[in-house]
């Protein structure tokens, strides 16, 4: 059905969208955290997924899409860059908001930078196969940059959170990897699934996740500090 790939859309986020309004959670007040976290994330996604999909690393089954395309790119992949990410933030804030207090902090920084320097070394291993490779190497970027902002306790919950989201997507991958929606080209990746999603995107995840909770924890740290300071000028004046 050529609504399949739409359809996954409304679901991964129907359940988060709804729930945002909740009356302790109040998640819809950080929407001015978390809408540009998603916009800065999807655009460096769009850009990987357009060569990616250019270049026959992965494409997409016109059986399951509505075939509305912006370049090369179905209109439902534009959308899974919002509907995941929203879910995921949703996540982590309600994982914050429900078990901060019982979280232990995680502080080994050469632990963190040893994992960083492993995938490193293992994406250059990875050289011939594009997506493999890809995701090692920005795993190897992106993990210091996660242990520099995230601070005290929201690393572990982070992790947390990253765990917890596997769960909705091994629903939504399996769904996408064994229709398939999305056809890989397995000589670009290791050839390894767990069921039929390839082990690469589980870093492929991580990196999005990685992303957008980065972002959004830096915004909302940020702008409220921004805000005090302002409110702190205005009554030096006085």
Not at 229 to 238: H, M, N, P, T, V
């Amino acid at each position: 059905m050529k609504y399949t790939y739409l359809l996954i859309n409304f679901f991964t986020i129907l359940l988060p969208l709804v729930w945002s309004f909740e009356s302790k959670l109040k998640f819809y007040s950080k929407w001015q955290f978390c809408f540009p976290a998603i916009v800065i994330t999807a655009l460096f996604f769009l850009v990987w997924d357009y060569f990616k999909t250019l270049y026959g690393v992965w494409g997409f089954n016109p059986k399951y899409i509505t075939g509305i395309k912006v370049g090369n790119l179905p209109v439902e992949e534009i959308l899974f860059f919002i509907t995941v990410p929203y879910a995921c933030i949703f996540i982590y804030e309600s994982v914050g908001f429900y078990l901060k207090r019982h979280l232990f902090i995680l502080s080994n920084k050469n632990l963190v930078f040893v994992i960083s320097a492993s995938f490193f070394v293992l994406s250059f291993l990875a050289w011939g196969r594009v997506y493999t490779w890809s995701v090692l190497f920005l795993t190897a970027f992106i993990l210091p940059i996660l242990f520099y902002v995230l601070k005290g306790q929201q690393l572990t919950l982070f992790l947390l959170s990253y765990c917890i989201s596997l769960l909705p997507m091994l629903v939504v991958n399996g769904i996408l990897t064994s229709l398939p929606v999305v056809i890989y080209d397995d000589m670009q990746n290791l050839g390894i699934r767990l069921g039929t999603i390839p082990v690469e995107d589980f870093l492929y995840c991580f990196i999005l996740l990685a992303m957008n909770i980065a972002l959004y924890q830096s915004f909302a740290t940020r702008i409220p500090s921004q805000k005090l300071e302002k409110l702190s000028a205005g009554a030096d004046i006085f």
